[in-house]
């Protein structure tokens, strides 16, 4: 039975509205965290031109396989298998990087692994690309925020919601620097880190 996510179909929308401009001349995208493989369907299918690689951890992909296979898309291709703290990403040419509600669920030193393994993958001109629910200098965007933060913290007591101040810093130090800030539904955002260069 495919795993599925409701929240996925949820913010695919809004999502894809500000993707789909942005990946319009891109090639090739990583997906990091791609969960069910709910999303890496949805947006494959509607950018036919770009090869999306869906990537996660090991017990992730059976789930993404089942979406993959039953959506038979040309574009996309088999998960990789990516832990950002293992120390060889796969080899890969890519233009974008795509991540969605990843960095809250890992731990520091993860979200440090994931800038710094991006800013090494990505070519120049690329962008990355995250989306989930971020704070501003330490302050929370809306009270549903800050309660999410709470059952975070409840289950796991290092995660929680990020200080896109923070994130920025591990951005600059890896090469990359904020292109775009977007308001998404339901609190959201998506940001936008660009790593300079020639770009489509």
Known sequence: MKPYSEACDRNRDPIFAVIQPLFAARSAVLEIGSGTGQHAVYFAARLPHLIWHASDREENHPGIHLWLDEAGLENTRPPLTLDVT????????????????????????????????????????????????????????????ARFDERLKARDPL??????????????????????????????????????????
Request: cysteine-free; hydrophobic content about 50%.
């Open 86 to 145: 293992q120390t060889a990403w796969p080899a890969l040419a890519v233009d974008a990087v795509y991540t969605a509600n990843t960095a809250h669920i890992m731990h520091w030193p993860e979200v440090e692994a994931l800038f710094a393994g991006v800013g090494v993958l990505l070519a120049a001109g690329g962008v990355f690309v995250q989306y989930g629910p971020f704070n501003y200098g330490g302050a929370y965007t809306s009270e549903s925020n």
């Open 159 to 200: 995660s929680g919601i990020r200080d896109v101040e923070a994130l920025n810093i591990l951005a600059v130090a890896a090469g990359m620097r904020l292109r775009e800030d977007v308001a998404m539904p339901a609190n959201n955002r998506i940001l936008i880190w660009e790593k300079p260069g020639a770009s489509p």
